[in-house]
């Protein structure tokens, strides 16, 4: 099983969520979701921890590219717009790929390529491996 | 509508996904989540994406409870323990009760107690205010 | 010497700037500074990194009181108040005491008690540990 | 007096540390600081504060590019490396250039190119402008 597959199984949450695995290399991973109704927060605009979600699936793509399982230490996300429709995509690149301490940045963006959302995130790298073999 | 039944209605992210708001007070909101198969990740723990999303409906009630339509400028979180199973309580408590640019912190606890992630957020206050009629 | 003086001494950038430390124990540390005009920004107000070098000496502080020398990792820092005279206060207090990413959380304030900033921090324990002898 | 020359006469503090703007343009600016033995923490590297510095003023260059005096929020850095010698270079650019508050990325760098540290900014804009003509 790859790690494409791994994730896109048994991350039931991001799953349940709608979000979906595009691209996995090494040191970074594309995601994307469609925006539905069950997505909207009070204000009718995809609610934070949606596009929070769909961050997180390609932050732990990108992060466990590197085989060493890697958890989210802490994540600083900042929100630049509201969307109701539509797909939104997001790109997670490794900004350091330190061994123990790695760093990623992930933006997501709309269909226009409008930026949404920035996270920044770093993870921590585990002794031990996913058991997967290979990325795609 | 209370803003508690409002954001309780509305929010149909945080809804779906099982947060419940407990309490909202001026400057001050409550809410738990019970962790669910579906909330699970990859590594078999509750996703971080579910964990934003239970402290994002606390932010959003505390934020709200002034009056002033507030949304989320940027979140800061840091995961501290992995759980599993059992209720998630998250309890908001505003630091700094600005009139454009309030600051809220949230904290996630386990049933025992335990620290599990600590999220600070920035608002931003808007002209308008939700369509609600008191807190509670 | 204690891990009080040792920072009072070999943190350059921290005496420099005017930082002093007051207290140190087990998770836990207190330090000052007065304002003066080589502090302020192009704005007439206490610079950010002025406020970021209190907080950090704080942080660094509390994180090392464990005897494991501890880096920062990340920190998030969010400012409330302007400030032009008198002095600030930094208190630093473990979230969490994890024995590989501790997590500490500096409070400014002003003379008055009104919060300044609040920084959030997270640091990475090494192997080592600094060449001290107690805390205070 | 440009935005250049208003903020390398009247941010004292960044003057002070030793930061010294090189490029000012739209949503755009350049810094530089050689580290000195001044700047040095306790671990004999340079100290968070002085690099937070650098980075702000970096940023206090990009966000007032656009007329309106834009103060700081809130700021999330990560550190990479230690450095505790040579010039350390930082470089602003606007992420979202939004009327009320946008977002700016510093990358820190060394002489070789290595990130040394990664600072994402929210600043709010202000009614007033800067006394400022033009930028360089």
């Known amino acids: 099983m790859t790690l494409k597959e791994y994730l896109s199984t ?14 996995v290399r ?8 469609l925006i539905e109704p069950r997505h909207l927060n009070g204000g009718g605009v995809c609610q934070g921890g949606a596009l929070f979600t769909l961050a997180d699936l390609a932050f732990a793509a990108a992060a466990n590219s ?14 630049f ?14 900004v350091v790929n330190h061994q123990k301490i790695p760093c990623i940045e992930v933006r997501i963006t709309n269909e226009q390529g409008d930026l949404v959302a920035l996270m920044t995130s770093s993870g921590y790298r585990k002794r031990c491996e996913l058991p997967v073999d290979g990325l795609e």
Do not use: H, P, Q
């Open 10 to 23: 048994n991350d039931r949450f991001a799953a349940e969520t709608g979000v979906e695995l595009l691209d």
């Open 26 to 33: 090494e040191g970074y991973a594309r995601a994307r979701m």
């Open 66 to 79: 590197r085989k060493a399982l890697t958890l989210s230490v802490t994540s600083n996300i900042t929100f």
């Open 81 to 94: 717009r509201s969307e109701s429709a539509g797909y939104l995509y997001a790109e997670a690149v490794e």
